[in-house]
């Protein structure tokens, strides 16, 4: 069985020259020394390549790996894109649809710049606090401690429990509405007011997208809204899908030959029936390991953070 080490990236960025350097993501430097790592132990792959494999039976090189980008960020074309431009290796792009064609900043990247803004999680954490006993009737709302010691139970990654808290809370917790609702109202306390302008600074534009494509570049699905899909009806799941192809048509991506990535990694049975039924032919985890080339794994394909590589050779 063929397999492929697929790496996943969000924000690259030269994070010294930005007005939120608390962003986590991976510094440029860091970047150039991860692809001379891999250079040194890898190939080089294509998305057109992995499809070719799991449905024509093509042959991989040895060693193949495959470079993911997600979120749509600007980054990824002033940063990202030359680099990988000159080194003549074809990245796959997975921006949310409503991000780019619509300049909304994203809920997830409102959180993200929220928690960069404001360095005492506590304060955060009374604010919500406050949404949460202004709405406890309105929406059935169970006690503030319910919650905090809910959402804290299994801590991941660096985050301590105030800011897996505000992170799950703000996700997919409470109802979609008091989550955007109390969302909106912590960027416009803590970052700005302006959203269009904010997200104009924040995402690539279609121009952009579109001059990627013109140099090999890969773009897939990553949703409309960037939802956790897992968690909404199968109809609202084919209603963002169907909203993400509309985009991917107008820039020019074959509708019977196109890629996804789940936002968040949230996938379930009938997103994948849906996947199937819109001619999807890979789709993209956050499920840490090595992928398996076949098609009973094409729509549930694992991926490395970039965390998980070293940073030199």
Same mark, same amino acid.
């Given at each position: 069985? =063929? @397999?492929?080490?697929?790496? @996943? /990236?969000?924000?690259?960025?030269?994070? %010294?020259?930005?007005?939120?350097?608390? !962003?986590?993501?991976?510094?440029?430097?860091?970047?150039?020394? =991860?692809?001379?790592?891999?250079?040194?132990?890898?190939?080089?792959?294509?998305?057109? +390549? #992995?499809?070719? &494999? !799991?449905?024509?039976?093509?042959?991989?090189?040895?060693?193949?790996?495959?470079?993911?980008?997600?979120?749509? %960020?600007?980054?990824?074309?002033?940063?990202?894109?030359?680099?990988?431009? *000159?080194?003549?290796?074809?990245?796959?792009?997975?921006?949310?649809?409503? &991000?780019?064609?619509?300049?909304?900043?994203?809920?997830?990247?409102?959180?993200?710049?929220?928690?960069?803004?404001?360095?005492?999680?506590?304060?955060?954490?009374?604010?919500? /606090?406050?949404?949460?006993?202004?709405?406890?009737?309105? /929406?059935?709302?169970?006690?503030?401690?319910?919650?905090?010691?809910?959402? @804290?139970?299994?801590? /991941?990654?660096?985050?301590?429990?105030? !800011?897996?808290?505000?992170?799950? $809370?703000?996700?997919?917790?409470?109802? *979609?509405?008091?989550?955007?609702?109390?969302?909106?109202?912590?960027? *416009?306390?803590?970052?700005? %007011?302006?959203?269009?302008?904010?997200?104009?600074?924040?995402?690539?534009?279609?121009?952009? !997208?579109?001059?990627?494509?013109?140099?090999?570049?890969? $773009?897939?699905?990553?949703?409309?809204?960037? #939802?956790?899909?897992?968690? $909404?009806?199968?109809?609202? =799941?084919?209603?963002?899908?169907?909203?993400?192809?509309?985009?991917?048509?107008?820039?020019?991506?074959?509708?019977?030959?196109? $890629?996804?990535?789940?936002?968040?990694?949230?996938?379930?049975?009938?997103?994948?029936?849906?996947?199937?039924?819109?001619?999807?032919?890979?789709?993209?985890?956050?499920?840490?390991?090595? &992928? *398996?080339?076949?098609?009973?794994?094409?729509?549930?394909?694992?991926?490395? +953070?970039?965390?998980?590589?070293?940073?030199?050779?």
């Amino acid at each position: 069985m =063929q @397999t492929v080490s697929i790496i @996943t /990236y969000h924000f690259v960025r030269k994070f %010294y020259n930005t007005k939120y350097p608390e !962003i986590k993501g991976l510094p440029v430097k860091d970047f150039n020394e =991860q692809l001379n790592y891999l250079s040194k132990h890898y190939v080089f792959v294509t998305a057109e +390549d #992995c499809i070719n &494999a !799991i449905y024509n039976n093509g042959d991989l090189p040895s060693n193949p790996v495959l470079l993911t980008f997600d979120d749509g %960020y600007i980054d990824h074309f002033t940063e990202v894109f030359p680099i990988l431009k *000159k080194l003549g290796i074809k990245g796959v792009f997975f921006p949310p649809s409503k &991000a780019v064609q619509e300049n909304k900043v994203l809920s997830v990247n409102k959180i993200h710049f929220i928690l960069a803004s404001v360095k005492n999680s506590k304060v955060l954490l009374n604010d919500i /606090y406050e949404s949460l006993d202004s709405n406890r009737h309105l /929406y059935n709302l169970n006690s503030n401690k319910y919650y905090f010691e809910l959402l @804290t139970r299994n801590l /991941y990654g660096f985050d301590n429990k105030e !800011i897996t808290f505000i992170k799950r $809370i703000l996700q997919k917790e409470l109802d *979609k509405k008091l989550r955007e609702s109390i969302i909106d109202k912590l960027f *416009k306390k803590y970052v700005t %007011y302006d959203d269009e302008s904010f997200a104009n600074e924040l995402y690539m534009n279609i121009s952009q !997208i579109e001059h990627m494509i013109g140099h090999g570049m890969h $773009i897939g699905g990553h949703g409309h809204e960037h #939802c956790w899909l897992n968690t $909404i009806s199968p109809k609202e =799941q084919e209603a963002d899908i169907d909203a993400s192809l509309v985009f991917l048509k107008k820039i020019g991506i074959d509708s019977n030959n196109w $890629i996804m990535c789940y936002p968040y990694g949230g996938y379930n049975k009938s997103l994948i029936e849906i996947l199937k039924k819109k001619n999807c032919k890979l789709a993209f985890t956050v499920n840490k390991g090595i &992928a *398996k080339m076949n098609k009973k794994n094409a729509l549930t394909l694992e991926r490395f +953070d970039t965390n998980d590589l070293p940073l030199t050779c």
